[in-house]
């Protein structure tokens, strides 16, 4: 197994521009092929995106010798925690987790760590919890990005709405967080915010039914993801307003970037997850063997500074989506044309 760690360096540069991962030492050769266990928890698949972080994830490993436990817990915290503690049962190596709710796993990695397993706080923080590594992206500039955009498009009346994610997700906070940001440096109100619970995009849409009043001069909509982009933007459609009221969202899903081409959808933030997966599937391999990690930077979990690999997120509008999306390989140019080439 640690003969293939020789290879993590000069991967997890490429990956994560981690300068100071450069300073580790390649190990010795040695013996011992016992396959790594790494237990690779998520909150659900309902949303695109996870399917596409569990298959790089788990390929990745299997490079490098490793054999992933996948669990889902299909939005079910309860569920989750029971998943965590089968495979602290089952003596896995490394933990790997994309937490329902951020708040409610402090205790269950505690015992994790306590049977001597490393764990990995995946895309979202677990609070209070000291994980050996949060790997994610800048999700504060997610929401920076998302409020850039709609300056740029011009919001004549200054009001947006904002439909976000769950407050369970630490990831929603630091999003609302770069996105208020940038509406109050332009004087721009929110009239109106709402938590999808669980994250269930039909939240969205029962959302603006219910608020008619919200959408009389209303600008834009800043959406927590593509999903509840996809259902906002059903229920404008509905009404009319698909294109005339503004849509921002993150994932850059297949649908969000149609829309952005077709006019219905301003921007979408992606983020190459391909790119988190690999790094995070390369650092619990490190881990297994027995490598202390180094990372050039630390989030707070509110209680501890952690060791934190924090990935860039980057705009995509109509001008740049060849660039982006397509060239990288992220979607196929048919498939996001679909609807407007012959
Ligand atoms: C992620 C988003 C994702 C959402 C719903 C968030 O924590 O940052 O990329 O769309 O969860 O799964």
């Known amino acids: 197994m640690k003969k293939r760690l020789m290879l993590f360096v000069v991967c997890l540069l490429l990956l994560t521009g981690c300068g100071r991962l450069q300073e580790t ?38 490079e490098y010798g490793a054999e992933v436990n996948v669990q889902n817990a299909n939005g079910d915290i309860d569920t989750q925690i029971s998943q965590i503690r089968y495979l602290i049962k089952k003596k896995v190596d490394v933990l790997v987790v994309v ?3 951020s708040d409610g796993l402090a205790d269950v990695i505690t015992e994790a760590k306590d049977a001597g397993i490393r764990v990995i706080a995946y895309d979202r923080m677990i609070k209070n919890a000291d994980v050996d590594l949060y790997i994610s992206f800048d999700n504060e500039k997610v929401g920076t990005l998302m409020g850039e955009a709609l300056v740029q498009a011009g919001l004549p009346n200054k009001k947006v709405l904002m439909l976000s994610g769950p407050t369970a997700d630490n990831n929603v906070s630091q999003v609302e967080k770069g996105f208020c940001t940038v509406m109050g440096e332009n004087g721009i109100e929110i009239v109106g915010s709402m938590h999808a619970d669980g994250w269930k995009p039909e939240l969205a849409y029962d959302y603006i039914n ?24 059903r229920a404008l ?8 009221i503004r849509i921002v969202g993150q994932d850059a899903e297949l649908e969000a970037c149609q829309r952005i081409v077709e006019g219905t959808q301003v921007m979408t933030v992606y983020k190459p997850v391909e790119k988190l997966a690999q790094a995070a599937a390369v650092y619990a391999c490190q881990m297994a063997g027995g490598e202390g990690i180094s990372t050039d930077r630390t989030e707070y979990d509110g ?34 044309y679909l609807n407007v080439r012959d």
């Not at 459609?237 to 005339?244: D, N």
């Not at 001008?319 to 140019?333: P, R, T």
Request: with cysteine; hydrophobic share 40%.
């Open 25 to 62: 030492e390649p190990e010795e050769d040695q013996q011992d092929d016992t396959p790594v266990q790494i237990g690779l928890v998520f909150d659900s698949f309902v949303i695109e995106r996870w399917q596409k972080d569990r298959d790089v994830f788990v390929s990745t490993a299997k």
């Open 99 to 101: 937490c329902i709710d």
């Open 210 to 233: 219910e608020h008619p009043e919200l959408l009389d001069g209303l600008d834009a909509i800043m959406c927590g993801n593509d999903s509840l982009a996809t259902s906002a933007v």
């Open 237 to 244: 459609a509905e009404k009319r307003l698909a294109s005339k």
């Open 303 to 336: 209680t501890y500074d952690v060791p934190a690999v924090v990935l860039e997120p980057i705009a995509v509008n109509a001008d740049n989506m060849q660039d982006v999306i397509i060239n990288s390989g992220f979607h196929l140019e048919e498939e996001v």
